[in-house]
């Protein structure tokens, strides 16, 4: 494949996918982040921080329209960024992946980093909505997040690589060993500092529609870039068939 054949499907294929899940989070979280937001006007109402005037509301208004008409672009943007990052390792591993064609791996693939980059970190930080968490503790929680990212994204790599060199009445060692470096960090790793004060209905509710917008993302992207280099790869039918 050419290589601006490869970045042009990439691109368009992490473009798709971030529209899907902008317009999946536009739809489904908007609400919720509406539901938790005004219980944060509250709770600045109830503590003086800010007054419940016409002035609070038309720049509240006002930012929140803003807000909500960029959610679409934003999820095109990411998806640009994470299409490009799921396009470069689909192309560097393609040949390793278990799958009876090219759409299949791809799609095994996107689920892999959906487990190992998102739902596996998301377990130890769950998402929580904008009423949930002091601003003194930001930059600690993005530290928290994103260290356990690294971690279950190189131990991935690792045992997958051992996984492909055991024989195949051994494999499961290498699951068992990415099983228990995870245990492991799920142990060590510090919990969330904050304390849950909203409504543990609103907070699961949240945390539901969350995980469907960007696990949206993962099975678009993955079925995507697929249909793409099966059609514009003439080696992938070949090789694969």
Known sequence: MKTIVFILIVLISGGLAGL???TINFAIVEPYLDQAIGLENESLFASGEAEDTLEFWAEYESYRIWQKSGQVLAGVI???????LFGIV????????????????????????????????????PANPPTVGEADTVVL??????????????????????????NKNK???????????????????????????????????????????????????????GLFWKKFDKTSNLEYS
């Open 141 to 166: 929680r993005m530290i928290l997040y994103v260290s356990f990212i690294i971690i279950s994204g190189i131990g991935v790599i690792v045992f997958y690589k051992l996984l492909t060199k055991l």
């Open 90 to 125: 689909f192309a560097l591993s393609r040949n390793s992946l278990p799958g009876k064609n090219i759409v299949t791996k791809a799609i095994f693939l996107s689920g892999l980093m959906w487990f190992t980059l998102y739902l596996i970190p998301f377990l130890k930080y």
């Open 171 to 225: 494999k499961y060692f290498a699951l068992i060993g990415y099983a228990g470096l995870m245990t492991i960090a799920f142990i060590i790793m510090p919990d969330n500092p904050d304390e849950i004060t909203a409504p543990m209905n609103l907070v699961n509710e949240f945390r539901f529609v969350s995980v469907l917008g960007v696990s949206s993302f993962w099975g678009s992207v993955g079925i995507i870039l």
């Open 20 to 22: 899907v899940h902008g």
């Open 78 to 84: 990411l998806g640009l960024a994470m299409g490009s």
